[in-house]
C-alpha cells in the first residue's frame, strides 16, 4: 500500500514491512512475517520494479515478526540483511535476552497472534548471514538511512531516519520525550 512518494506498506497495523522505492533501488525496512512474502511480490508488481531492485533490508530488531521473509530475500536475491550488533545473534539463532515486556493486554495480543497465524508465523526462518550495523552509522543504501540507536524492546533496537523521503522508522520502540515543566 503506498502511504506518500516513495513509501509503501506490506502487512498492516499489527506487523508491517516498509519498502523505500526511489530511482537507485529499493530499501526495505523490516521483513514483517513469512507470509508477506507474497505482499512484497505484489508491492514490486505494482510499482513496476523486479526483485534485484531491492538493495537491501534493515531490520529494526531481531524479534521473529520482523524476520519474516528475511532470509528467503538473502538467499533467493543475494539482498544484505543489516541488523545493529546487539541483535545479530538473535536474528541469527532466535536466542532472545531476558527483558521485561509489561503487562500483556488481551485482545491486542489474540489479534497479533490471530494476524500471525494467517501469515505464516511459525515458519521463520532465522538469517544466516547479516551486516552489522551500530548507532550513527549512514548506510550506502537507497535513501542513506541514518542508524539510530534504541536500546529497550531489545539491546539491539534502533530507529532508522531516511530523510530523503522525509520518515523515521522505530519497529517496535518505545519513544517518550521529556516535557519540561
Do not use: C
Not at 502487512?11 to 508491517?16: E, K, Y
Not at 531481531?62 to 543489516?82: C, K, N, Q, T
Not at 551486516?131 to 529497550?152: R, Y
Amino acid at each position: 500500500m503506498k502511504l506518500a512518494p516513495h513509501l509503501h506498506r506490506l502487512g498492516n497495523d499489527i506487523v508491517a514491512s516498509y519498502l523505500v522505492d526511489l530511482p537507485d533501488g529499493i530499501t526495505l525496512i523490516d521483513a514483517g512475517l513469512p507470509g508477506h512474502w507474497s505482499d512484497l511480490q505484489r508491492e514490486l508488481e505494482e510499482i513496476d520494479r523486479p526483485l534485484s531492485d531491492i538493495r537491501g533490508l534493515i531490520l529494526t530488531h531481531g524479534d521473529s515478526d520482523h524476520l519474516g521473509f528475511a532470509e528467503r530475500l538473502r538467499r533467493e536475491a543475494g539482498v544484505p540483511i543489516y541488523i545493529h550488533s546487539a541483535d545479530a545473534d538473535r536474528a541469527q539463532t532466535g536466542e532472545k535476552p531476558k527483558t521485561s515486556m509489561g503487562p500483556m493486554r488481551l485482545r491486542p495480543t489474540l489479534g497479533f497472534f490471530a494476524y500471525a497465524a494467517r501469515k505464516s508465523a511459525l515458519r521463520t526462518t532465522h538469517v544466516k548471514e547479516v551486516v552489522e550495523i551500530a548507532d550513527g552509522d549512514v548506510l550506502d543504501l537507497p535513501g542513506k538511512p541514518v542508524i539510530v540507536g534504541m536500546p529497550g524492546h531489545s539491546p539491539g533496537s534502533v530507529a532508522i531516519h531516511l530523510p530523503t523521503v522525509d520518515a523515521v522508522f522505530v519497529g517496535d520502540a518505545l519513544t517518550t520525550r521529556h516535557v519540561p515543566e
